[in-house]
């Protein structure tokens, strides 16, 4: 899939188009799975919102690796031996989840539906959900403190427009 | 083999892949966005749980994994456009002497 693209690529651009690829087919998988919204949302969000943040940012920093530059760090190969050890260990629980016969493919799986998961998310989890929306204005607050937003507008201009409006 | 196993071994890869790009690469963005790509595999893994035995906490939890990774980026980019701003350069090698 597009996911091996993004390591081999150099422009972080066209890792960005790979991750767009990747998270669209993820989306068509969703949709596949029965749970639609949660397809919608991967669009929405992720490749509507997310990436073309990103997308603009590649845009807006614009700048040149060196022709020769190293693609890959110094920690290639610790790191290829942890993807390794990550793959083995998770392959191995998988592996073993499937020989001991977990009760897999209910009849009711397929039946998921918005409307108890409505209310399951807003009665059951409402903390949860307040607690993201306290999560989101503080992500506002701390990306707005990052950039060190000044807001200061001569007061005699201000004055002026004011007093010409 | 069927359906769910299938989709587990595909989230393992995404997540693995997410990892060794996160480890591996020295683009700022391009790490960003393989940690994108971990969030995605974990979104995988518990949207197969979800279908597998239909209850709909799976879904609560991959919704609160969006607002996690939307966070994320809202807070990682401005720090990144702060970083390229001072030095000019996405490498994070060129970023050695920070200090924590």
Redesign the interface.
């Known amino acids: 899939m597009g996911a091996v693209l993004m390591l081999v690529l150099r422009e972080p651009m066209r890792v960005a188009l790979a991750l767009i690829t990747t998270m669209m087919s993820l989306g068509a998988i969703y949709g596949f799975l029965g749970v639609h919204f949660i397809a919608a949302f991967q669009v929405l969000i992720y490749v509507g919102a997310v990436m073309v943040f990103m997308v603009f940012v590649i845009m807006l920093l614009e700048v040149r690796e060196a022709r020769g530059n190293k693609r890959y760090s110094n920690l290639a190969v610790p790191g290829a031996m942890v993807f390794a050890m990550m793959v083995g260990v998770l392959g191995i629980s998988v592996w073993r989840a499937m020989n001991t016969g977990a009760p897999s493919a209910s009849p009711n799986g397929e039946a998921f539906e918005l409307v108890p998961f409505s209310t399951a998310f807003l009665r059951d989890y409402w903390l949860q959900f307040e607690l993201t929306t306290v999560l989101l204005v503080a992500a506002i607050v701390a990306a707005l403190a990052v950039i060190k937003v000044h807001r200061r507008v001569p007061d005699n201009r201000v004055s002026d427009r004011s007093a010409n409006g | ?5 299938l ?4 989230s ?10 996160v ?5 700022a ?2 790490m ?3 940690m ?2 971990m969030l ?1 595999g974990v ?2 893994s518990l ?2 749980f ?5 209850q ?2 799976g ?2 939890l ?3 994994v ?6 994320e ?3 990682a ?6 970083l ?1 701003k001072r030095k ?6 060129a970023y050695t002497d920070l200090k924590g």
Do not use: Y
Not at chain 2, 7 to 10: G, K, N, Q, R, V
Not at chain 2, 66 to 71: C, Q, R, S
């Open positions: 083999m069927d359906k769910h196993q989709l587990l071994w595909l393992i890869a995404l997540f693995s892949l997410g990892l060794l790009g480890v591996v690469r020295r683009n963005l391009i960003l966005m393989c994108e790509l995605n979104n995988l949207v197969t979800m279908n597998q035995n239909g709909p906490s879904g609560v991959v919704f609160l969006f607002v996690v990774a939307t966070a980026i809202a807070i980019i401005p720090i990144v456009l702060l390229v000019r350069t996405l490498d994070l090698d």
